[in-house]
């Protein structure tokens, strides 16, 4: 199964438990609106059953989606362990945590009004945010630290209009690659608890979950994007190492420029010291020609000196001078 088809089932069953603590949320919402009669204590252990229905699904989709970025941050640092081994530890924890959590919702169906056990909930719920925000933010920051060390590296080799448009797509790249969007739903929850609004609570509590489904459907398309302009860097490159030109009038080359072809340096094609996240991900590996050679080539919207050659799986291909030459002969120049 390919790697973009399990991350789109991730992002489906994110949603899909969304959807179910947004039916629970619904339920809540009704008997506290309009059931008004008997009673309110004899709708408490169904509250409670309902409330770890509502943890349970609201923390297995944390999990999924935080295990989602804690992997895209894997990739982005060149698939180095080290860089997620905090974060592995700490989504180990918060899954204890908020297992503990769902077991005391139903131990409360039948001790309601436990103090101690109450103030061991509150302990375990704050514990629980720690963890989140401390986790999600170390992933945010890392990625977005890590693409703009990779942006300000490729901003060498561009042209000052380039590096305009690189600043705005670098700040779009990195927005959805870190999940930002979920980080800072987060802390706003965490500032919201501190207030006294209830109605407040619950609807920043509504928006962290949503921020949640959205940006990992972000990170999804973002990532499906990039393998497609991998695909047509590949189908470029194919193009390229196998000679196919489109030859729009019959050959012809006059004396002087046949002495030009045969008297141009060897030029041999040299890598750029690019980082291997853009070599591995987006294929974006740039190799640079000689200035002495005639030879130009434009591809994924480079200039003129540029060439990616870039496949689908961000493997980079060299030319020695012996295909550079019958690359050379196979185009032609029109008179």
Known sequence: MKRLTIIGWIVVAIYFLTLGRFA????????????????????????????????????????????????RLYVIWSRNIRIILLPVFMMVLYTIDCTLIVIADFYMVHQPNDPKFGAIYAWLWMVTLGIAILNTVYVTCFIVGRLWCVGSATNKFASPQDVKKNHYQGAI????????????????????????????????????????????????????????EAQHAGAARQALTTGATINFAPQRRTILEETEWSSAPATRLRRTSMPAYLRRDSAMDVTYLSTSSPLLITLNQHKAENLSLSDSSGATSSLDDGSLHEQKESMTTTV
């Open 173 to 228: 790249n990195a927005l959805i690659q870190s999940g930002a969007t979920h980080s800072t739903a987060m802390i706003v929850y965490v500032i919201a608890l501190s207030s006294k609004s209830i109605v407040f609570q619950a609807a920043v509590r509504n928006v962290a979950s949503d921020a949640n489904s959205i940006a990992s459907t972000l990170l999804f398309l973002q990532l499906e994007l990039f393998q497609q």
């Open 24 to 71: 629970a949320d619904f339920r809540t919402l009704y008997r506290t609106l309009f059931v008004t009669c008997g009673d309110p204590a004899k709708f408490q252990p169904a509250d409670h059953v309902l409330r770890g229905f509502q943890d349970g699904l609201t923390f297995t989709a944390c999990i999924a989606s935080d295990s989602l970025f804690c992997w």
